[in-house]
T-cell receptor, first 115, second 116 residues
Framework: DSGVTQTPKHLITATGQRVTLRCSPR?????VYWYQQSLDQGLQFLIH???????AKGNILERFSAQQFPDLHSELNLSSLELGDSALYFC??????????????FGEGSWLTVV | AQKITQTQPGMFVQEKEAVTLDCTYD???????LFWYKQPSSGEMIFLIY??????QNATEGRYSLNFQKARKSANLVISASQLGDSAMYFC?????????????FGAGTRLFVKA
């Protein structure tokens, strides 16, 4: 158990809908990262928050947004869902933001299926 | 540009034997970290081992060791005494400074099959 908690574990929704994925980082971790893992794209970095502020953006679509709250939990909002958004979405956390030796620990992921 | 390359889509190993999973990387940043993660069929990503770019010795964690060859920009994972439970997807990752901050990027992964 990494200590990173993600909900829901599985989600099935229809095209055009909106979903929210939730993440609680490990105790003491200030950084939260979101990754998307799909069969054809591998593990793609979406966005990084540190202590409530956005720190880095990756290949995140405009239909997707995220935020980190004062209690450090984070939410990833996916809207106008398309079939291609079906993927495993990971949240990860780490203690700090600016270090090459910063190990990130992953949650168990949220499986999203868009039908 | 930063890049991680894992050239072995799949590997087979006999139980109790050692196996090496290849990883090469590219970065212009002198300070970087290299990581390996294991993803079993259940889906979770499990951190295995870390090597810093300035570390003089190869990292080891139990049956896992990282063969770090800085000049060749390689960071191969060695699993000794393979077990059936080692069957999984393995990802090499690198963390380095990037425009807009540090990012951890991942290779495409290698699927390891351990045979009884």
């Amino acid at each position: 158990d990494s200590g990173v908690t993600q909900t829901p574990k599985h989600l099935i929704t229809a095209t055009g809908q909106r979903v929210t994925l939730r993440c609680s980082p490990r105790s003491g971790d200030l950084s939260v990262y979101w990754y998307q893992q799909s069969l054809d794209q591998g593990l793609q970095f979406l966005i990084h928050y540190y202590n409530g502020e956005e720190r880095a953006k990756g290949n995140i679509l405009e239909r997707f947004s995220a935020q980190q709250f004062p209690d450090l939990h984070s939410e990833l909002n996916l809207s106008s869902l398309e079939l291609g958004d079906s993927a495993l979405y990971f949240c990860a956390s780490s203690v700090s933001a600016e270090s090459s030796g910063n190990t990130i620990y992953f949650g168990e992921g949220s499986w999203l299926t868009v039908v | 540009a930063q890049k991680i390359t894992q050239t072995q889509p799949g590997m087979f190993v006999q139980e109790k034997e050692a196996v090496t999973l290849d990883c090469t990387y590219d970065t212009s940043d002198p300070s970087y970290g290299l990581f390996w993660y294991k993803q079993p069929s259940s889906g979770e990503m499990i951190f295995l081992i870390y090597q810093g770019s300035y570390d003089q010795q190869n990292a080891t964690e139990g049956r896992y060791s990282l063969n770090f060859q800085k000049a060749r920009k390689s960071a191969n994972l060695v699993i000794s005494a393979s077990q059936l439970g080692d069957s999984a997807m393995y990802f090499c990752a690198m963390r380095a400074a990037n425009t807009g901050g540090f990012k951890t990027i991942f290779g495409a992964g290698t699927r390891l099959f351990v045979k009884a």
